[in-house]
């Protein structure tokens, strides 16, 4: 199918000191009909798909929306980053360095998503969330207030992070050597457990515990996620 936005002869100059051209619709596309004005990308390489930006939102650098992505409002997209699948990125989030945001997940207000981060599935984040390293945020978690995520954390499930505190990561235990294993807080107050495809509520791994070869191992680090989330 052909391209379905034209660079028009307006420009900016951004922040970083990169000039921008806003875009102009060709055709209907998905989010756009033709002739109507979008936001600013570096080049045609920044958008595929039936992807769109809106607004005054700005993509540059080797930065990509694709597929049916949105990236509208005054939000920023940058480095490697890529959106991708039915993700939205609007208000004023930035998506940077590394960072993939895709599936149906939505990142807005002023949240920031970095480093090599992924956030997917249905899940949000928002307000003024800082999310970094490798974490990977799915399901229908939601991450938001003034919130920050770095380094291994993967969660999941129905997960409510709202401070530094409503998650831990243990890594190199057990059988779980080369995954960490997260605890996180649930939107229905009870805790989720996550490690790659495993998913139980930590009440249900407690109870599993026996039956793993490093029993003993895991029934410590329940308690330390009990004492952690003052379950004790």
Not at 128 to 135: F, H, K, P, S
């Amino acid at each position: 199918m052909d391209k379905h936005f034209k660079l028009t002869e307006e420009t900016r100059v951004n922040e970083a000191g990169v000039t921008l051209h806003r875009i102009e619709a060709t055709r209907d596309s998905l989010h756009a009909k033709a002739g109507q004005l979008g936001g600013f990308v570096e080049s045609e390489d920044n958008l595929g798909g039936e992807a769109w930006v809106d607004n005054n939102a700005e993509v540059w650098g080797e930065a990509l929306v694709f597929c049916h992505a949105y990236v509208g409002g005054l939000a920023c997209v940058y480095g490697k980053a890529r959106v991708l699948d039915n993700a939205r990125v609007y208000g004023k989030a930035h998506i940077g360095d590394y960072a993939c945001v895709g599936k149906d997940a939505r990142v807005y207000d002023n949240a920031c998503v970095g480093g090599m981060a992924y956030v997917g599935g249905q899940a949000e984040v928002h307000e003024r969330a800082e999310v970094y390293g490798i974490t990977r945020i799915e399901g229908e978690a939601e991450v938001t207030g003034h919130a920050q995520m770095f380094g291994w954390a993967n969660i999941g499930r129905r997960a409510l992070v709202e401070h530094i505190g409503d998650y831990c990561v243990f890594q190199g235990f057990g059988q779980w050597k080369h995954d960490p294993l997260t605890a996180f807080r649930e939107k229905n107050g009870e805790i989720g457990v996550l490690s790659g495809h495993y998913s139980e509520t930590l009440e249900g791994f407690a109870a599993q515990i026996g039956d793993m070869p490093s029993g003993r191992t895991f029934q410590a680090i329940v308690e330390v996620i009990k004492l952690n989330f003052n379950l004790n």
